[in-house]
């Protein structure tokens, strides 16, 4: 599968790597164009939760075929720096209290905030996957002031109507939703009424 999108990928330190891998794993296989920015924090955040130590094309990559370029997060001259560089779009999944705070006051020190500021002011899609809970008064107000900036705010909220039997089936939940998002195609399975339209109907048989 080709395709001519190309979507920046932000990778922070909220626990939630898995969505981050899931992620990149499902761009690539639709052939978008992904460029991948993980903080120093989400390196421990691979390294802690997934055991990947090193953060290379071959922990996300399956195919020769596919166009993945990993940016250095300290690298402000690097081209995602710039409005030049023409995207789609940027998701920043998991995202951390303290990069959802970073983005929102405008500080852009490091490559994902930067890249996250360029987006917004370029007009393309932000999309931003906080995951920490419960969510306090601060982090409330810097999603909406990001969201009235023009990000997407989704958190990482799972769904249980495709009744879920692992781990992975909610991950693809969240992971399908965000590549629905950048109408990336896909064939993970969180369509609501592909499985429970029969459970729908019995359960209105029972009630009656």
């Known amino acids: ?19 981050a891998k899931r992620l990149v794993e499902c761009l690539l296989s639709a052939g978008v164009d992904v460029h991948l920015v993980v903080s120093p924090w989400g390196k421990r955040l691979f390294r802690d939760e997934l055991g990947i130590a090193t953060i290379d094309v071959n922990a996300f990559s ?14 402000l001259a690097s081209t995602l720096a710039s409005g ?20 929102a006051a405008g500080i ?23 995951r920490e809970m419960p969510t306090s008064r601060i982090d409330l107000q810097n999603m909406l002031r990001l969201n009235e900036a023009g990000a997407v705010i989704c958190p990482a909220s799972p769904a ?5 039997n692992h781990i992975d089936d909610l991950v693809d939940s969240v992971v399908g939703k965000l590549l629905d998002l950048f109408q990336v195609p896909h064939d993970l ?5 592909d499985d429970t339209e029969v459970s729908a109907r019995a359960l209105t048989v029972d009630s009656r």
Not at 3 to 18: D, E, L, M, Q
Not at 62 to 70: A, E, M, W
Request: charged share 20%.
């Open 1 to 19: 599968m080709s395709s001519n999108k190309r979507i920046i990928v932000g990778v922070t330190g909220a626990s939630g790597a898995v969505y």
């Open 62 to 75: 399956r195919s020769p075929r596919d166009r993945l370029t990993i940016h250095p997060h300290q690298d």
């Open 84 to 103: 030049t560089f023409l995207s789609d779009g940027m998701i920043i999944c998991p995202c951390s209290s303290n990069s959802l705070g970073r983005i």
């Open 108 to 130: 852009g020190d490091g490559l994902i905030a930067r890249a996250a500021h360029v987006t917004l002011k370029e007009g393309r899609r932000l999309v931003v996957v906080p």
């Open 160 to 164: 249980f109507y495709m009744k879920p």
């Open 189 to 193: 399975h969180i369509r609501w009424g």
